[in-house]
């Protein structure tokens, strides 16, 4: 039996507009969408709300982690629910931007390195890490900007950030001559060098 209780959606009403609210884990959640626009009055909240985190990254130096983005359900305007919220859909966004970096799934990406349960990341190559890096530093650049909402927009920034890391890595390995994408074992190569 689920202990957690069900989200439950409710509305608040300040200055005559309406708040969504929803309970999580016995706390309440309020909408900063619907909490922007009642403050500052702007015809365009959820462009507001962007433009101020942006410039939080710039003037500020805080940072908003792609891969520690969390929303809860609410009800959009348009009737239906945003956000990446499943575990298993940041996965997929993880893969988007394996694959249109390194032209491989990070199941393929393993295999090569011959690696079964153990984490990808701790085993790739400094060029590899480099290059993951860039993608994920891209798609949240560009999620941030276009104001990416929901598991579909997020997923076409996921290709978008890997497809800029991915064109990088090919010129480098046009003008290296020389792949990128290895199966070279970093740790393993690690333990090795201790050894000696």
Known sequence: MNNEIEPQLRIAVFKGKQIRKIIHNDEWFFSII????????SSNPRRYWSDLKR???????????????VQLKLIAN???????????????LTAEISEATFGLKPSEHKKLKNLKRENLRDHMTDLEL????????????????QDSQGFHENKEAARAGG???G?????????????VVSSSNFLSHQLDVKEE
């Open 34 to 41: 619907d909490i922007v626009e009642v403050l500052t009055e």
């Open 78 to 92: 348009d009737g239906e629910q945003r956000g990446v919220k499943e575990q298993r859909e940041y996965a997929i």
């Open 55 to 69: 410039k939080l990254i710039e003037n500020e130096g805080f940072a908003q982690l792609y891969d520690n983005i």
């Open 167 to 179: 064109n990088a890595r090919k010129e480098l390995e046009t003008k290296s001559s020389r792949k």
């Open 130 to 145: 480099i290059f993951t890096m860039l993608g994920e530093a891209s798609t949240t650049e560009i999620a941030i900007q």
């Open 163 to 165: 497809s800029v890391a």
